[in-house]
């Protein structure tokens, strides 16, 4: 879903007005979560051809007419994305910082670069060269160890630490250390997995798991390999406890929250998931700038269409629907955000290519004046 993701990216009411009045000013977009780069080199491929065509020019060298800026806590990301985007790396249309996209707005101080975008966008899957790489632990068809970790345990931990969470605890340690009621509870909180304390009794009895066979042979053991139902087979059930297992272990729900709710209107909730929509995304997205989120499971996606609509997620001391006229019209303070239709989700010639994409939805938020 690259291309919608550039296309609500690029159509936002600020970068049009800049586009407009000739500002000399460029227009900036966060990539949050830079991986090996796609969405970084799309969007500038996009720009550059703004650029060109400004000009009437057809030179593929012209440089592009904004600037993009990755965020990702990975060190191989990082390398992999700056390799792949080197030219616009040369010409100061892109740069990639090694944070935790939670720590956006201190991150980008510290590399001089304002805290202020028009655009911010979230992929809340795990990348594919995290994925295709055995030894990192995320995927239940590549033996490879217990792992999980989105920083690597090489990195320098004081080096890190003014701007990385970065976790020493891996799905190895939550597995072999935790008693089943913790595990039971990651498994049903993560993972929404309904067969979650028959799983967890099934990981305790085989432990210690060192590997990711380790764990699908434990799951394997209480899960048929096919059901009536396709969510309840052995696939879909693996897919759910490596899910659960990732977000605990990178607290990635955490972060998600304060992105959304800071950072894209001041940069987005209570740590990682939450942290960046309600803290981090708010202060950094700018009034008309957008918020392009897609997400993978269905505990992200109501995190982020939650915060969307009404600028939190939970509860809070004053609901939405306190705040409504008698004719049902919001008159309570400004939100945050306007949510720009429903969710889409990939079409299936794009799931055919990219069998990944079949979980993908996708929800874009406009930045409203105000909050």
């Excluded at 800026?69 to 990639?96: N, Q």
């Excluded at 304390?197 to 096919?226: F, Q, Y």
């Excluded at 696939?235 to 972060?255: H, I, P, S, Y």
């Excluded at 004719?327 to 720009?340: A, D, F």
Aim: net charge negative; with cysteine.
């Amino acid at each position: 879903m690259a291309d919608e993701c550039i296309e609500a990216l690029l159509s936002a009411p600020s970068v049009s007005d800049k586009y407009r009045r000739n500002l000399e000013q460029r227009p900036i977009f966060i990539d949050a979560t830079l991986g090996g780069g796609g969405h970084s080199e799309a969007l500038l491929e996009r720009l550059r051809e703004l650029g060109a065509d400004r000009d009437g020019s057809p030179d593929s060298d012209r440089r592009p007419l904004g600037m993009v800026v990755g965020i990702d806590r990975d060190p191989d990301a990082i390398a992999a994305a700056t390799r792949r985007l080197r030219s616009y790396v040369e010409d100061g249309s892109f740069m990639a910082i090694q944070t935790n996209f939670a720590d956006l707005e201190i991150a980008l101080e510290q590399h001089g670069i304002p805290p202020v975008a028009d655009g911010m966008l979230l992929d809340l899957g795990v990348s594919s060269h995290q994925i295709d790489d055995p030894e990192r632990g995320f995927s239940f068809s590549k033996e490879g160890p217990l792992d999980m970790r989105m920083t690597r345990h090489h990195d320098d931990p004081e080096r890190l630490a003014p701007l990385l969470s970065t976790p020493s605890t891996s799905a190895a340690d939550i597995v072999n250390l935790s008693d089943m009621s913790r595990i039971r509870t990651i498994l049903a909180t993560y993972g929404e997995e309904p067969r979650a304390k028959k799983i967890a009794d099934a990981i305790v009895a085989r432990r210690p798991l060192r590997t990711t066979s380790d764990l699908v042979e434990a799951v394997a053991s209480v899960v048929p390999e096919r059901a009536r139902s396709r969510r309840m087979g052995r696939t879909a059930t693996l897919a759910r406890v490596f899910q659960a297992l990732r977000v605990a272990v990178n607290g990635e729900d955490r972060e998600l929250r304060r992105v959304l709710t800071e950072a894209a209107p001041d940069i987005v909730v209570e740590g990682g998931l939450r942290r960046v929509l309600t803290e981090a995304a708010p202060d950094i997205v700018v009034e008309g700038g957008r918020l392009v989120v897609l997400g993978y499971h269905s505990l992200e996606d109501r995190v982020v269409k939650q915060v969307m609509k009404r600028g939190y997620f939970g509860k809070a001391d004053v609901r939405i629907e306190d705040q409504k006229d008698v004719y049902g019209n919001y008159n309570g303070p400004p939100l945050p955000w306007k949510m720009l239709g429903k969710g889409s989700r990939a079409k299936e010639e794009e799931v055919e290519l990219n069998p990944r994409a079949r979980s993908a939805i996708l929800r874009v938020g406009e930045r409203q004046a105000g909050d």
